[in-house]
């Protein structure tokens, strides 16, 4: 009989040893609060600062009625006892605890047998690079050529050694000659090159449209300033698209609608290449609600058409002419490609360019523009001028009528309200980025900072404004605060002294239960757009009255 003593005894320990369930409180947050409603029909908010097997400790308090709250401790001892300790009263509650990671279910047994479940009150701890659309994060990028559309013109490309004032004249003159020599257009194939970041994981990415100058003669989607533009934006963050457009029109005395038709195919050409963008959102990443048009020279003459133009505002001489051989070119989304998309232009660039009827700009037409143009440039005026006084001023009248450029344009968008804002570049000629010898100049970089500085604020949108209690005191009920933010940005309250309890999805509105024992009170924001932008408020300080 002895022989099996031992055996059972071993085997009594061994079941000892192994029937004691350990509980792991190390797999909570202690980045969040957690909270659950009491027998009493309290709230207890619990913030873990000390975690392990069987045991934890941390801050804790029982929300009320009123903004301020009084905080305390809590232990929980052996994986069965929580005790709270609030000015100076012990609570014991005693039971079992089940823990996860975003939930703790305490079984309670005494004083009463209920089941009462912690939550975790998650907020959103927002990452990103504050840097994005300001400076160049990116170190590389991707350039892929894609053809848009095709329609009946003259060219599309251009190459020529020079842009500079001095290089104008002997350009005019040239491709006058040749185009001559070719009156009959055909279908060409129309092209963009479609620059962007290398590694970036963003999903919605806003736009700009680069349209290359050349006095609607010449040029290039790959000259050496377009390049350098998209590449300088498109590490940034941008999705940059250059296009090329129908170039080319019979230069003839007073057939001033020769020129018109040839600026109205290409805004038909840019409303395309936006079309085709838009159609092809999600390949790129980019979002629709946030295009921007830019362009120099005549470009800056289509980016502002592509913006103010409407049908009814055509030239007469996009109509149909037996007389002049012309053809009805239709209506403005009418040509280039099939795409069905509808364009929101947000935001205009003219980059020395001008406009042959400033009437075009409608006080509806709240589309916020940036104009740059050098005060003395003598091919596109900085004034309302003929254009192409380098040239002969009894020359220009000939072939083209006076322009409106940048003052006046800027004069108008003022009168009738709509954001806009003027850089004039003091002496500054056409083409300013370029010195005689064709070299960059210091107004290169006044003018990529223009427009980051122009285009970033249309990201940001309005001024972060926090609504709410700024002053508290024992008296003060719960404080609720918000935010004037749209439900596509996220929130993130970072709260000094306090705890917020987001009241919508996207986290805009909370209420903040105050801290006695906090020497400090303050709420700071982190708001991230669905651009991906990333901006910090000012801290706003909260005052106690005693």
């Not at 349209?211 to 590449?231: C, E, M, N, S, T």
């Not at 007073?254 to 195919?265: F, L, P, S, T, V």
């Not at 629709?288 to 009814?312: C, H, Q, R, W, Y």
């Not at 949108?461 to 209690?469: F, L, N, Q």
């Amino acid at each position: 009989m002895k022989q099996f003593i031992l055996p059972i005894t071993l085997i009594f320990i061994l079941l000892s040893c192994g029937g004691s369930k350990k509980t792991d409180f190390s797999t909570l947050s202690s980045d969040f609060w957690y909270s659950a409603t009491m027998p009493n029909g309290s709230n207890l908010y619990l913030l873990f600062n000390e975690k392990g097997i069987n045991k934890a400790s941390g801050q804790c308090f029982y929300a009320s009625d009123n903004a301020l709250v009084q905080d305390g401790s809590f232990e929980i001892r052996n994986s069965n006892e929580l005790i709270i300790k609030v000015s100076e009263e012990e609570t014991i509650y005693k039971g079992k605890f089940d823990v996860g990671t975003d939930s703790l279910v305490f079984q309670m047994r005494i004083p009463e047998k209920t089941d009462i479940t912690f939550i975790a009150i998650k907020t959103y701890s927002l990452q990103g690079n504050p840097n994005r659309y300001q400076k160049e994060i990116f170190d590389d990028v991707d350039r892929k050529t894609v053809k848009y559309g095709k329609a009946k013109g003259f060219y599309s490309t251009k190459k020529v050694k020079d842009m500079n004032s001095e290089s104008y004249p002997d350009i005019i003159m040239s491709v006058t000659k040749s185009i001559a020599k070719n009156l009959f257009s055909e279908q060409i194939s129309l092209n963009l090159d479609i620059y962007q970041p290398k590694g970036d994981s963003s999903k919605y990415r806003p736009l700009i449209m680069l349209i290359h100058g050349g006095a609607f003669i010449v040029g290039d989607k790959q000259d050496d300033f377009q390049v350098r533009l998209a590449k300088y934006y498109a590490k940034m963050g941008y999705v940059v698209a250059s296009i090329n457009y129908r170039m080319g029109y019979v230069f003839l005395p007073g057939a001033y609608g020769n020129m018109e038709r040839c600026i109205y195919k290409a805004v038909q050409d840019s409303r395309a290449a936006i079309r085709y963008m838009i159609h092809h959102k999600h390949e790129y990443r980019i979002d629709p609600d946030k295009i921007f048009v830019a362009g120099n020279s005549a470009g800056g003459f289509i980016a502002l058409k592509t913006a103010f133009m409407s049908d009814e505002e055509a030239y007469e001489s996009t109509k149909a002419n037996l007389f002049l051989f012309y053809e009805d070119l239709g209506c403005l989304d009418c040509s280039t490609n099939d795409y069905k998309e509808k364009i929101k232009i947000d935001a205009v660039v003219n980059m020395w360019g001008a406009l042959t009827d400033i009437n075009l700009i409608d006080e509806n037409e709240q589309i916020p523009t940036l104009l740059i143009h050098g005060d003395s440039d003598r091919i596109v005026p900085y004034e309302y001028d003929f254009p192409f006084r380098n040239v002969s001023e009894e020359y220009s009248t000939f072939f083209v009528k006076k322009v409106y450029g940048s003052k006046p344009i800027f004069e108008k968008l003022q009168e009738y309200g709509i954001p806009s804002k003027l850089i004039t570049i003091e002496r500054g000629s056409h083409e300013p980025q370029f010195d005689e010898k064709n070299q960059y100049t210091h107004s290169q970089e006044i003018i990529q900072d223009a427009i980051m500085n122009f285009l970033y604020e249309r990201l940001c949108g309005d001024s972060i404004v926090i609504s709410g209690t700024l002053k508290i005191d024992n008296e003060t009920k719960v404080a609720n605060y918000s935010v004037n933010t749209s439900d596509k940005y996220k929130v993130q309250w970072i709260v000094e002294g306090g705890i917020a309890i987001p009241l919508n999805k996207s986290n805009s509105e909370v209420k903040i239960f105050w801290l006695k024992s906090s020497p400090q009170y303050s709420i700071k924001l982190k708001i991230k757009s669905k651009n991906d932008i990333l901006i910090e408020s000012k801290t706003l300080n909260i005052s106690l009255i005693q």
